[in-house]
């Protein structure tokens, strides 16, 4: 009775490897272990923010619309806890990124109205801090792309014959990924004219007034 129960699993484990099993199981941890490190680089960043608020307050205590926007963008990720169960829902991701996508957004604009303030510039503690948040930046871009690709290499799986079947019967179902619209957007940098009023030209995003033209001699 033994021998036969361990040659029916020997025929299980060979038909499952066959219709993609493995492979579903494979690429599902992969993708797993590439979102863990994508919300560990968004922690380093977050991390960052509070000690950047208030270096940037002892210099340039005026720019607090600036500086509560970033506070309450930060506040609004940490919020968003986005786990691995939850990456197989689209509405989930699409909140997760809207928030990352604000606080990108507005440390953009924290970073232009500093240019404002040279003393401020040349304080180390400020750019180590700006450093290190342009260093996790990176790292987040690079995460975020193998991310991207471990989802498109599970997606594919799932799709395909007869690997489909296996997902079906077993509940893989196909990961909603990060969106080019969200990266486009994410990506445009407030427009500053770092001469009078530069706080209020990068929080509302206006766009300088155009040199006036020279004279022509008469």
Not at 10 to 28: K, R
Not at 173 to 189: D, L
Request: proline share 6%.
């Amino acid at each position: 009775m033994r021998i036969w129960t361990l040659a029916f699993m020997a025929v299980v484990a060979t038909a499952l490897s066959g219709c993609g099993y493995n492979s579903l199981q494979s690429q599902d941890e992969s993708v797993k272990a590439a979102w863990s490190e994508v919300v560990n680089q968004y922690q380093r960043r977050a991390d960052l923010i509070p000690n950047l608020v208030n270096t940037v307050k002892g210099f340039a205590i005026q720019e607090q619309q600036v500086l509560i926007g970033v506070t309450e963008a930060r506040a609004k990720v940490s919020s968003i806890q986005l786990t691995p169960e939850l990456l197989n829902d689209p509405a989930a991701m699409q909140k997760f990124q809207a928030a990352q996508g604000q606080l990108t957004q507005a440390l953009k604009s924290l970073f232009a109205v500093t240019e404002a303030y040279p003393q401020l510039k040349s304080d180390a503690n400020f750019r180590d801090l700006q450093a290190q948040i342009e260093g996790t930046e990176n790292r987040i871009t690079v995460a975020r792309n193998r991310y991207i690709d471990a989802v498109r290499n599970y997606n594919v799986t799932v799709r395909s014959f007869p690997a489909n079947l296996t997902a079906k019967l077993f509940g893989f179902a196909v990961k909603p990924n990060f969106t080019v619209g969200n990266e486009a957007a994410i990506a445009v940098a407030p427009t500053v004219d770092f001469g009078a009023g530069v706080g209020a030209q990068a929080r509302s995003g206006a766009q300088p007034p155009p040199a006036a033209s020279p004279a022509t001699p008469h």
